[in-house]
């Protein structure tokens, strides 16, 4: 950061303060205030402008200087109080910006010079690797944790920690490497590992038999896939027929046991056809909002959550919600008739496939509407799992010909040629 930069963070930071110490720098008015950030610790008493400070200070330095990556947001606000604490010791303004300025040049040097990095482990649930580990993008990798594993970090690490690094054994972890400090690590680990999960789900979806699909496997972090038995008895009220089943419930309901599943070379594979390892090295890139690879990972966002949900309206509204994310233009609101037609440009060549395509889709995507405006809609099991499948073959062409299009208005584009083709 240059010293033009930080001085104006500096005088950004001194002109946020509206009181410190009962001492009053500011008056407060209602119309220039609108909210009043109010910390009470060993130092004293610090009120900040909190939308000026958050707009003018503590936002920028998370976003524009990326110290989010390396900090948590309460570790550089803490430091920038403490240096206004400091600062107002003084009596004098010019050695209190003295103070203010060599205090906030150090806050930087240590922000931007950091260089450790952390390991974080993250235990997932029902999956079983028959490799020794697969890397998935630049930072996380899939290991199985094994003793050689543990003792190697025994050695350097001690016993403090024996039974933590003991609780992982024969687990399948996420291992996720970043700079960071340890508390901004591990959130970034799990905010992250999300990213992971969704490949990996939109992968089983791929990769399984189509009578099995997905409804067998949940995976997850390990503490959010509980499965126990449900009981379950049902009486006729006549007492003429009662029946009993015992279902495992595991974030949705299922007649059986959900399978583990096993990532082995020839799945490994599969994920290099499906463009999965490709996809991964997005992840921690900084992407432009508008880039048809961002755009890309929200529709596996969606996709992914539509494989966990437990009610069959909400999985509906998440696999058409992968559609509107690439379809929906801003300068439009016939917004059924842009995603049908969108749709069937992106699967079917032939004209008489489009237009039934097209139609097929306003009938599945009027559903959606009586569903998202509070209305009762009866979900057919069918008529899910076609929208599932249109959904996964959509995901996957756009998946096929990213580098065809850079942003969504590529897309569009292309479509409206196809109109006139």
């Known amino acids: 950061m240059d010293k033009?930069?930080?001085?104006?963070?500096?005088?950004?930071?001194?002109?946020?303060?509206?009181?410190?110490?009962?001492?009053?720098?500011?008056?407060?008015?209602?119309?220039t205030y609108k909210r009043v950030r109010k910390t009470v610790g060993k130092n004293g008493i610090l009120e900040l402008d909190s939308d000026y400070y958050e707009r003018n200070v503590l936002n920028p330095l998370l976003e524009k200087e990326q110290w989010e990556k390396k900090c948590t947001e309460s570790y550089i606000s803490s430091a920038l109080k403490e240096l206004l604490f400091s600062a107002y010791k003084e009596e004098n303004t010019e050695k209190r910006k003295k103070i203010a300025w060599e205090q906030f040049s150090k806050l930087v040097e240590e922000v931007e010079n950091y260089s450790q990095e952390c390991i974080t482990f993250i235990p997932i649930g029902h999956i079983q690797l028959m490799v020794d580990k697969v890397k998935i993008g630049n930072n996380?990798?899939?290991?199985?944790?094994?003793?050689?594993m543990i003792n190697e970090y025994l050695l350097h690490l001690g016993k403090?920690?024996?039974?933590?690094l003991r609780s992982l054994r024969s687990k399948v972890c996420v291992e996720y490497r970043c700079i960071a400090h340890t508390d901004r690590a591990i959130d970034r680990a799990h905010e992250e590992c999300e990213r992971v999960f969704d490949l990996l789900r939109y992968t089983i979806y791929m990769t399984t038999p189509t009578p099995d699909k997905f409804h067998k496997f949940r995976i997850g972090r390990l503490e959010e896939v509980p499965q126990f038995i449900r009981e379950n008895i049902v009486i006729a009220s006549d007492y003429k027929e009662v029946h009993t089943r015992s279902s495992y419930y595991n974030g949705?309901?299922?007649?059986?046991?959900?399978?583990t599943f096993l990532i082995n070379q020839d799945i490994i594979e599969k994920m290099h056809d499906l463009k999965i390892f490709e996809l991964a090295t997005l992840i921690d890139k900084e992407l432009d909002k508008d880039s048809f690879d961002e755009v890309i990972l929200?529709?596996?966002?969606?996709?992914s959550k539509s494989q966990v949900q437990?009610?069959?309206?909400?999985?509906?509204?998440?696999?058409?919600?992968?559609?509107?994310?690439?379809?929906?233009?801003?300068?439009?609101?016939?917004?059924?008739?842009t995603v049908a037609e969108g749709t069937a440009f992106v699967l079917e060549k032939e004209l008489e496939q489009r237009k039934n395509k097209k139609k097929?889709?306003?009938?599945l995507y009027n559903n959606r509407s009586r569903i998202s405006h509070g209305g009762h809609s009866a979900m057919l099991e069918a008529d899910l799992e076609e929208l599932e499948h249109i959904v996964a073959k959509f995901l996957t062409s756009m998946i096929e010909r990213k580098d065809e299009f850079k942003t969504c208005k590529d897309l569009w584009d292309w479509i409206e040629d196809q109109k006139f083709a």
């Open 252 to 259: 949705t309901y299922y007649n059986g046991t959900y399978e």
């Open 360 to 363: 097929r889709i306003i009938d």
């Open 140 to 148: 996380f990798t899939l290991v199985t944790v094994t003793d050689q």
């Open 4 to 31: 033009r930069k930080s001085q104006q963070y500096v005088n950004d930071l001194f002109k946020s303060v509206i009181a410190i110490n009962n001492n009053r720098l500011s008056p407060v008015d209602s119309t």
């Open 298 to 303: 929200r529709g596996l966002y969606w996709f």
């Open 160 to 164: 403090d920690v024996e039974n933590w």
């Open 310 to 337: 437990e009610v069959k309206e909400n999985k509906f509204l998440n696999l058409m919600t992968v559609l509107e994310t690439f379809l929906t233009r801003r300068d439009t609101d016939k917004i059924t008739q």
